[in-house]
Nanobody, 120 residues
């Protein structure tokens, strides 16, 4: 089970740090990903990390602004800088075993999400 936290309201250009905590140890084979879903839109990939090696990959529109990192053996974070109104969405973390995948259907164990709202 995954639980996200850290969402809130921030002005454009600001920063937020989201956390995702697992109920147990995250296995080294896991790929931990962040997704987001805005109202009326499909869930989209944000970024992910290979738990064993720490290498990451991102969606083009967040590259250079967002960073996925391991915090400890059962939690990870999403540092979001230079936020834009179009980043407004519910953010979710999820688990996969397929490095490089950006498809929500390749991920499971979804959390309930945390709301991020960026005002202009």
């Amino acid at each position: 089970q995954l639980v996200e936290s850290g969402g809130g309201l921030v002005q454009a250009g600001g920063s937020l740090r989201l956390s995702c905590a697992a109920s147990g140890r995250i296995f080294s084979s896991a790929i931990m990903g962040w997704f987001r879903q805005a109202p009326g839109k499909a869930r989209e990939f944000v970024g992910a990390i290979r738990w064993s090696r720490g290498d990451t990959y991102y969606a083009d529109d967040v590259k250079g602004r967002f960073t996925v990192a391991r915090d400890d053996y059962k939690s990870l974070s999403l540092q979001m800088n230079d936020l834009k109104p179009e980043d407004t969405a519910v953010y979710y973390c999820a688990r996969s075993t397929q490095y490089g995948s950006t498809r929500p259907t390749d991920f499971g164990s979804w959390g309930r999400g945390t709301q991020v709202t960026v005002s202009s």
